[in-house]
């Protein structure tokens, strides 16, 4: 028997599957725990960026609700996918930081100033040292640093600091990421902060059914650059009797479970002010259903400090960042943009930028919307 024809999905449709599956179609009610672990965490090397991002998603988000979840070590700031520092629920780190180790290997051994000081160190027994410190106090890098020149003279202490960060699972403990709140890096381990062993056998499989239902439909290379895992094809068709396959409009197979929500191509969708680093707009290879490279380009090289990316019509349109003058009190959000707005799309950006400025900048006395127009 013949294998049925996938469906295909036009641009259109992925771009409102996606925005439904990033609760970005509608403001969510979900509890902030919940929406954190739906969403796989939220990318967060940039403090404040994980506050931004739900408060674009949740409704009625309140920062503080964040920053308590955070001190009751339910929710952790750790490199997880991409060996990037996200934020995800302390379930989820004792489950994802296993899973990504080999990119953090990877990124070890290639590293170019410390990879090659770190050849032919036993680094087992460094980690065997720098396990208990850990575990006892918290450090900065620069304590860490000076603990490892202490214990391994000879060697380069911070490609040992480096490596213990990359070898052991280091979470960053508060004041850093606390709303409101700022404090330099301080790392722990992730068993000693939570009392718990990271999952000796994660499942992969289910990490991928997980990251289709917030970012699907999705092809084999966007869950590798989502996670920067490698052999994950062979995960795939091995999960194959669980999806639904589609075709994208240039024929790329895409993978999605059978009852995700895939929204009508004409659902409205609301503009949108999105952080520096968001990964609904990171997680994909072919990244067309937000915008054209083109577009993506030119966005990523406008003037001026680039604080988050704008959604108008669900396309990506611009950049935003505050302007704060301290002498008169006013706080000015600033909409760089390419293509030439409407007037009712200007209103209801300068409409949800002024919501922005009331969560963002709450202290100013004034605030502005101002636009501004890229070449």
């Known amino acids: 028997m013949s294998a049925v024809a996938a469906d295909v999905v036009t641009r259109r449709e992925l771009n409102r599957a996606t925005l439904a599956r990033q609760l970005l179609l509608e403001p969510s009610d979900l509890p902030v725990l919940e929406a954190v672990e739906h969403l796989v965490g939220l990318q967060a090397q940039v403090p404040r960026d994980p506050y ?11 920062p503080d609700e964040l920053s308590q979840l955070l001190l009751d070590r339910k929710v ?11 934020l995800v629920s302390a379930d989820d780190c004792l489950v994802l930081r296993p899973l990504v180790q080999p990119v953090l290997d990877g990124e070890l051994s ?27 106090q918290a450090m900065t890098g620069a304590q860490l ?16 600091a480096l490596a213990c960060r990359n070898r052991l699972a280091f979470v960053q403990v508060p004041p850093r990421g606390l709303w409101g709140r700022s404090g330099q890096v ?3 381990t992730a068993e000693s902060w939570l009392g718990r062993p990271l999952d000796p056998a994660p499942s992969i499989d289910e990490v991928v059914m997980r990251y289709l239902a917030a970012f699907g439909p999705a092809a084999v290379a966007d869950v590798t650059t989502w996670s920067r895992l490698t052999g994950l094809r062979e995960v795939v068709d091995r999960l194959r009797p669980r999806l ?15 009852d995700a929500p895939r929204p009508h191509p004409d659902t409205p969708a609301p503009a949108r002010f999105l ?7 990171l997680s994909h290879a072919d990244r067309s259903r937000f915008m054209s490279d083109d577009h993506r380009k030119h966005l990523s090289y406008g003037p001026g400090p680039v604080h988050g990316s704008v959604l108008h019509d669900a ?9 704060r003058d301290r002498a008169s009190g006013k706080a000015t959000l600033v909409v760089d943009h390419l293509d030439r707005l409407t007037k009712g799309g200007a209103s209801t950006l300068a409409a949800e930028g002024r919501r922005l400025l009331r969560f963002l900048a709450s202290d100013a006395d004034t605030h502005d919307v101002r636009f501004a127009a890229l070449d």
């Open 275 to 281: 952080p520096e680093y968001d990964n609904a707009l």
């Open 315 to 323: 396309v990506g349109c611009a950049t935003w960042h505050i302007d």
């Open 110 to 136: 290639r590293h170019r100033d410390y990879g090659p000081a770190l050849v032919g160190v036993d680094l087992d027994a460094v980690m065997d040292v720098a396990r208990p410190l850990l575990a006892t």
């Open 186 to 188: 301080t790392s722990t």
């Open 52 to 62: 931004t991002a739900l408060w674009s998603r949740l409704d009625g988000f309140r």
């Open 145 to 160: 640093r000076a603990a490892m020149a202490e214990r391994f003279p000879g060697l380069d202490p911070a490609a040992l």
């Open 244 to 258: 639904r396959p589609f075709r994208d409009e240039h024929g790329r197979e895409l993978f999605d479970l059978p």
């Open 76 to 86: 952790v700031r750790i490199a997880v996918m991409r060996s990037t520092i996200h």
